[in-house]
């Protein structure tokens, strides 16, 4: 316990450091280590590869599932697309030092609103080592030192990876303590890290519902977390068939494993007896386990009940709960009552009827006429992205580069008191 | 204990379902009860002024302090400056609905950064009444609802406020729900209040340093807090002595009881001899108590040490702490170890000397030739302000209307699907 602590201030105090020199390092500096990152983990991709596999064959033997197996797992084609990760970041503007705002005030005081990192940014996450190194990629780049804590399944991934990350950046003029991996995976460093508020400045928790839940109420450190994506399709009585055909399959079938898939498909009553049968012979081409509410399965037989749990649940996975209901306002009580405010979109011809759910929908992201597989930074335009927040502070919805930093006031005056 | 749960969270159900309106409310509406409010407010000033009389008269009967007694006062020029801020705030913009980005997208996506409110927000505060007034002006103009919860020991002025406040706004045609406050001045309750993050958005603390971090450490929540002010004025050897004089003096003694006023005065050696007596005897004739170090006390006799707590104390009095440092980095050094990253200022004819310490400073405002004391959302051009935040996290420095809120991705497609 007493090691734990001791262990853990001392990464951070060279992190606090560390952040003080790095907001002050040149655009280029940055780059430079950026790509070298990525030439170091191409160059070394058969160790990593074979620290890998001494993770999968842990895992295997402790008989996880094979969606936590598939999370772990790197290969070439993985270690690829990290590293064109990497390089896209190098391509982005630098946020930092960027004038938000210029305020010139009556006494003459000319005030600007600067960009600056936000310090020290502890992330904590779980299976997925591609998680160092995006995080590396984008905090280095916002001008953030980071404290990274993965789960133990990927240990001996994450120790090749930081090792080559750290040989990467501190050879390329980036101030010692930038990176601070932690390779102790003892549950305890976590409780540790989360009363650090006074080295770090910003905890983002990557991970299952249950970590991110415990990060919340334990932190004393402000934290901006992901959550989970219960996902809705709400197809207007006003909805041109086709396009909610297209778009509801593509929003559950073209990636399901993932956030902004969709899990609950609203269907308005007036409209249902055309759309479904048809939307739903093309899910059981793409063996889509579908759960409806009691209209549902009146119009379409043969398919199961969905409990009260359904509407609640981010399935991940090919099954989708499908529901009438009477009004665009019985849709909206739904989606507020047991979605998580993460995408949500409306299919409708109807001017008033989109305006009315992108106004009313309380979540990140809402669409008209699109699929909700579009919430991403990438998608957005904004890059690379480190999550996606579905709380309201600080950030919402996809997170890049500028997500991870704070602002500063400027004042520059040549004598000003206040009177 | 369950019953304050229970009181507790039929108010905050009442706020969210509140908010699902509020937030569409039009702003002339929300104008209107504004300036209601203060017509109430105006109309009951008598009434105020005798509640008010029993908190303080409770708070002499418990011999709490005379400053403390202070704050808790109204009197009808604090009630007249209160009425006044709501009127300021109705003149303000409405931050609701304001287009932050847009963004065209190759696949013809158009995407627009809407702002929105942040939804239900929790104001912990201690002795203040005028909290209560200021916080329900900058909620309901931002479209957010408020749950406030004031001390203890000013309960007879808050809820007459409260009641004044309610009658206002909900005949105004703002929803029911949109103002709750706690009568219960049970402690439990505020740990019942920073458990409930499915119903609060963001809590703002507003009072000592003590409830402010209990509040950090305890909530589920997320936190906006301003904290402690421990700010300097660094006299750099290139100063020109005049301002410096002016400067130094405007901020410590224009108003020492408040967090932008500066608390350490650091002071290069090579100006110290010819600043330091002209300085020091305009502070005598201020009454202003000096704790200076080693080298201040060699230069000007008769004055007290300073201690190494000395460094560390935000006295809100008129008491300073003097250094004479070696160098611009010594000062830098000083600020980043002892300073709380508020408001602090160098006073320099060199540039170089500027930049260096306004890029260095980690602070929320760093001047250059003016008063720390300009710290404020009025001086730089917000209009009221909710405090001043010093963490990093979702706004940084004085917070106005536009820091309450947080935004969506409304997203307009034709039918785009995720390949």
């Given at each position: 316990m007493i090691n734990a602590k001791k262990y853990i201030i001392e990464k951070v105090e060279r992190a606090k450091n560390a952040s003080k020199k790095l907001g002050l390092i040149p655009t280029v500096v940055k780059n430079r280590a950026l790509l070298k990152i990525a030439e170091n983990i191409l160059k070394n991709s058969g160790r990593i590869i074979s620290e890998n596999l001494k993770d999968i064959e842990n895992a295997e033997k402790q008989k996880l599932s094979s969606a936590l197996i598939d999370r772990l797992k790197l290969n070439e084609k993985r270690i690829v697309s990290m590293t064109d990760g990497l390089k896209q970041i190098a391509k982005l503007p630098d946020?930092?030092?960027?004038?938000?705002e210029k305020i010139k005030r009556p006494n003459g005081l000319k005030i600007e609103k600067i960009r600056v990192p936000l310090g020290v940014i502890g992330i904590i996450y779980e299976s997925r080592p591609n998680v160092t190194v995006d995080s590396v990629g984008l905090c280095l780049k916002s001008g953030n030192c980071a404290i990274l804590r993965g789960g133990s399944s990927a240990i001996n991934s994450n120790k090749i990876l930081s090792k080559i990350i750290c040989d990467a950046v501190y050879s390329s003029g980036i101030p010692d303590g930038t990176i601070e991996f932690i390779d102790?995976?003892?549950?305890?460093i976590i409780s540790e890290i989360l009363r650090l508020s006074n080295y770090i400045d910003c905890i983002i928790p990557r991970g299952g519902e249950g970590l991110i839940k415990y990060i919340r109420e334990n932190s004393s450190v402000p934290v901006i977390a992901h959550g989970k994506g219960v996902c809705h399709v709400y197809v207007d009585k006003y909805a041109d068939i086709e396009k909610a055909v297209k778009i509801s399959f593509n929003a559950k079938v073209q990636r399901p494993g993932v956030c902004n898939a969709m899990e609950t498909l609203l269907v308005h009553k007036d409209i249902a007896k055309n759309f479904l049968p048809v939307m739903l012979a093309e899910y059981k081409k793409a063996d889509v386990e579908i759960r409806g509410c009691e209209k549902t399965r009146k119009i379409v037989g043969g398919i199961k009940f969905a409990t009260e749990n359904d509407w609640y649940t981010e399935y991940l996975n090919l099954i989708l709960s499908v529901k009438v209901v009477s009004s665009i306002a019985e849709a909206i009580t739904h989606i507020e009552k047991y979605g998580s405010h993460h995408s949500d979109a409306i299919i409708t011809e109807n001017k008033k009827s989109a305006e009315k759910f992108l106004k009313e929908v309380d979540s990140a992201a809402v669409y008209h006429?699109?699929?909700?597989?579009?919430?991403?930074g990438g998608e957005f335009g904004m890059g690379a992205e480190i999550g996606i927040s579905t709380q309201k502070i600080h950030a919402r919805g996809p997170m890049g580069l500028r997500e991870l930093t704070s602002y500063k006031f400027v004042v520059h005056g040549n004598g000003q008191i206040r009177k």
């Amino acid at each position: 316990m007493i090691n734990a602590k001791k262990y853990i201030i001392e990464k951070v105090e060279r992190a606090k450091n560390a952040s003080k020199k790095l907001g002050l390092i040149p655009t280029v500096v940055k780059n430079r280590a950026l790509l070298k990152i990525a030439e170091n983990i191409l160059k070394n991709s058969g160790r990593i590869i074979s620290e890998n596999l001494k993770d999968i064959e842990n895992a295997e033997k402790q008989k996880l599932s094979s969606a936590l197996i598939d999370r772990l797992k790197l290969n070439e084609k993985r270690i690829v697309s990290m590293t064109d990760g990497l390089k896209q970041i190098a391509k982005l503007p630098d946020p930092i030092g960027e004038v938000i705002e210029k305020i010139k005030r009556p006494n003459g005081l000319k005030i600007e609103k600067i960009r600056v990192p936000l310090g020290v940014i502890g992330i904590i996450y779980e299976s997925r080592p591609n998680v160092t190194v995006d995080s590396v990629g984008l905090c280095l780049k916002s001008g953030n030192c980071a404290i990274l804590r993965g789960g133990s399944s990927a240990i001996n991934s994450n120790k090749i990876l930081s090792k080559i990350i750290c040989d990467a950046v501190y050879s390329s003029g980036i101030p010692d303590g930038t990176i601070e991996f932690i390779d102790n995976t003892d549950r305890i460093i976590i409780s540790e890290i989360l009363r650090l508020s006074n080295y770090i400045d910003c905890i983002i928790p990557r991970g299952g519902e249950g970590l991110i839940k415990y990060i919340r109420e334990n932190s004393s450190v402000p934290v901006i977390a992901h959550g989970k994506g219960v996902c809705h399709v709400y197809v207007d009585k006003y909805a041109d068939i086709e396009k909610a055909v297209k778009i509801s399959f593509n929003a559950k079938v073209q990636r399901p494993g993932v956030c902004n898939a969709m899990e609950t498909l609203l269907v308005h009553k007036d409209i249902a007896k055309n759309f479904l049968p048809v939307m739903l012979a093309e899910y059981k081409k793409a063996d889509v386990e579908i759960r409806g509410c009691e209209k549902t399965r009146k119009i379409v037989g043969g398919i199961k009940f969905a409990t009260e749990n359904d509407w609640y649940t981010e399935y991940l996975n090919l099954i989708l709960s499908v529901k009438v209901v009477s009004s665009i306002a019985e849709a909206i009580t739904h989606i507020e009552k047991y979605g998580s405010h993460h995408s949500d979109a409306i299919i409708t011809e109807n001017k008033k009827s989109a305006e009315k759910f992108l106004k009313e929908v309380d979540s990140a992201a809402v669409y008209h006429n699109a699929s909700t597989r579009f919430t991403d930074g990438g998608e957005f335009g904004m890059g690379a992205e480190i999550g996606i927040s579905t709380q309201k502070i600080h950030a919402r919805g996809p997170m890049g580069l500028r997500e991870l930093t704070s602002y500063k006031f400027v004042v520059h005056g040549n004598g000003q008191i206040r009177k």
